[in-house]
């Protein structure tokens, strides 16, 4: 059979997506367990979220030492031993902490669950916060920061996220030196017994899961002590707002990274869709348009993208890119140019379908695993969207027209709303 390779393959466009039902248990203290059971491979992830974020801190990079710590020795188990315990039965363990939520993660078989829990418990309720660890833990970040605030790119990422919401915001405040330096171990201990200590969580279970998983978890975390209140978020959420640039100069570096945006909203927004499409079009992909002129045309970097980070309470829009210093204030221009023709002319009808159909497909690929279903379904379960945001995720996408993105462009992307910021030089 001969094969025309002029002629693109037929495909059949995603419209829809079929996902499996969340089975919500509570357990005998309250606490919802939500469970995604996709009984492919016999491993599991049980993961522990709690409202302890930073926007629950009272003194800055609590919540980060506080989760980290909690591996590093309980009444029962040393570091050692907790670091022993763990690979014995090849569990993996994450500790977040995100400026909303903070959560312990287990991995593990399924058939080793109930070696997992009590020691998710004895973290939960009885960590010791050795002052030697939490030595070793400050010390380690502190290197870590030092290297990363000499990288342009990190150091224009936390400008940016500064002058969006400010150095006092939740979502503005990063892991500054000062900040690591100056916290005591009572801070940290503080931050546990308020935010974490007998107060309420959620559960989410994904992977082979089971009644009989539910009722391990039950006789393990379902006997936990818990308040019903809650913590309630203590911090400066003004926000101080200019639209004057920055330009962090740094003459020894050959490079310049670029972050240009603004506050924008979360997925709650009824705009929401109609600017992760325009976002798409402009840089949220590999064609991208800016891609295709920065990177593709005029050759002033290997990559630029555009983003809409979205957090419980708010949300922003992002373009970031690394370029010659000397093609800086040019790389400005053409993406105010290209935000200029989506504000101005319609997008053809046959690239609109094409981002919609990669938006589709990325949507369905990010998909595979019971996991990464957890995940998207955490908006849902944890951040309070409609049931059928999911569900109905594709066809808002198709529904979004080139009328609707000339509309979201000039409302939300007018070059006086944006703010920017250069590490580097121009």
Known sequence: MFLDR??????QAIQEVRLPAVQTHYLDNGIPL?????????????????????????????????????????????????????????????????????????????????????LLREMLTEPTFPQKELEDLRNITLQNLRINYEKNAYLAGVLFR????????PYGRGQRPEYVAQFTQSDVVDFYKKAILNQPFQLILAGQAT??????????LGQLSVQSDGLTPSVNTTIADDNLPVLAEKPDSIQSS??????????????????????????????????????E????????????????????????????????QQTLDEIRKEIQILQTQPVPADELETVKNYMAGEF???????????????????????????????????????????????????????????????
């Not at 002029?6 to 495909?11: I, R």
């Not at 500064?162 to 915001?169: A, R, S």
């Open 6 to 11: 002029t002629q693109s393959p037929d495909f």
């Open 34 to 118: 939500h469970m995604i059971a996709v009984a492919h491979q016999p491993v599991l992830r049980l993961e522990c979220v709690f409202n302890a974020g930073v926007w629950y801190e009272q003194v800055p990079v609590t919540s980060f030492f506080a989760m980290k710590m909690l591996a590093e020795g309980t009444r029962s188990r040393s570091s050692t031993e907790i670091s022993e315990y763990i690979d014995r039965y090849g569990i993996f363990l994450e500790l977040n902490s995100g400026p909303d939520r903070a959560s312990i993660v287990f991995y593990c078989l399924t058939k080793f669950l109930p070696n997992a829990l009590p």
């Open 162 to 169: 500064e002058k969006l919401f400010g150095t006092n915001h």
């Open 211 to 220: 009644e009989n998983e539910v009722l391990l978890i039950n006789r393990e």
């Open 258 to 295: 670029i972050r240009l945006g603004r506050r924008l909203f979360n997925r709650s927004h009824p705009d929401f869709f109609k600017m992760l499409v325009t976002n798409e079009i402009l840089g949220g992909y590999f064609g991208s348009r800016l891609m295709k002129n920065i990177r």
């Open 297 to 328: 045309e005029k050759g002033f970097t290997y990559g630029i993208s555009s983003n809409m980070p979205s957090f419980r309470r708010d949300g922003y829009f992002l373009i970031g890119t690394d370029v010659n210093k000397e093609n800086t």
């Open 364 to 426: 369905v690929g990010s998909l595979n695993t019971p996991f990464e279903i957890a995940d998207r379904y955490k908006v849902i379960l944890l951040d309070g969207m409609p049931e059928d945001f999911l569900t109905t995720y594709i066809q808002n996408i198709r529904a979004v027209t080139p009328t609707d993105i000339m509309e979201t462009a000039t409302l939300y992307l007018a070059n006086e709303q944006l703010r920017e910021v250069v590490v580097g030089g121009k």
